[in-house]
T-cell receptor, first 111, second 116 residues
Framework: KAGVTQTPRYLIKTRGQQVTLSCSPI?????VSWYQQTPGQGLQFLFE???????NKGNFPGRFSGRQFSNSRSEMNVSTLELGDSALYLC??????????FGPGTRLLVL | AQKVTQAQTEISVVEKEDVTLDCVYE???????LFWYKQPPSGELVFLIR??????QNEISGRYSWNFQKSTSSFNFTITASQVVDSAVYFC?????????????FGTGTRLTIIP
């Protein structure tokens, strides 16, 4: 079974721009979670989607948003990028409440 | 609120030595899950183990073993006869066991370096 895939793998943006990251879960998994990893804050939960509905949200500003499609693929969007948004963004999928399996991440650099 | 503490920021050991990574957690939940993930330089988090709060049996998988002690809120991870390929950052994580609220709370990670 293919693992979680994330695109793009690397991204460079400038302040003020917006970005969309994509995540394709493991086949059959309906839950997709997003995490941000930075050297200063570590791994932090962004939000989780299940059957196209956001079930959980972490403590991030409204500039961070996401959605999930009927095929369980998910996207996250960050608007008005700030330098502090530079991070590794990790997506994880799970079958309901089972173990979360992570993708390779998208490394975002904001200049 | 949930919290996971990994007090060891970095550990270096010589190949073939045993090494234990510590994890202490805090939660008010009576039912929860504990996890260990490995993050190699590529960045992907690799799942190692999940433990239910009701199951305090220690587990061994090859060179890896885990010691879960509810009395001390600890879930430690031991690598026996370490190898260079074990070099990575290891994260301990905690989640509620309620359907719909399975977000992971991670520790700050322990960077393990195995010296050949």
């Amino acid at each position: 079974k293919a693992g979680v895939t994330q695109t793009p793998r690397y991204l460079i943006k400038t302040r003020g721009q917006q970005v969309t990251l994509s995540c394709s879960p493991i086949s059959g998994h309906r839950s997709v979670s997003w995490y941000q990893q930075t050297p200063g804050q570590g791994l932090q939960f962004l939000f989780e989607y299940f059957s196209e509905t956001q079930r959980n949200k972490g403590n991030f500003p409204g500039r961070f948003s996401g959605r999930q499609f009927s095929n369980s693929r998910s996207e996250m969007n960050v608007s008005t990028l700030e330098l502090g948004d530079s991070a590794l963004y990790l997506c994880a999928s799970s079958f309901g409440s089972e173990t979360q399996y992570f993708g390779p991440g998208t490394r975002l650099l904001v200049l | 609120a949930q919290k996971v503490t990994q007090a060891q920021t970095e550990i270096s050991v010589v190949e073939k030595e045993d090494v234990t990574l510590d994890c202490v957690y805090e939660t008010r939940d009576t039912t929860y899950y504990l996890f260990w993930y490995k993050q190699p330089p590529s960045g992907e988090l690799v799942f190692l183990i999940r433990r239910n709060s009701f199951d305090e049996q220690n587990e061994i998988s090859g060179r890896y073993s885990w010691n879960f002690q509810k009395s001390t809120s600890s879930f430690n991870f031991t690598i026996t006869a370490s190898q260079v390929v074990d070099s990575a950052v290891y994260f301990c994580a905690l989640s509620e066991a309620n359907f719909g609220n399975e977000k992971l709370t991670f520790g700050t990670g322990t960077r393990l370096t195995i010296i050949p």
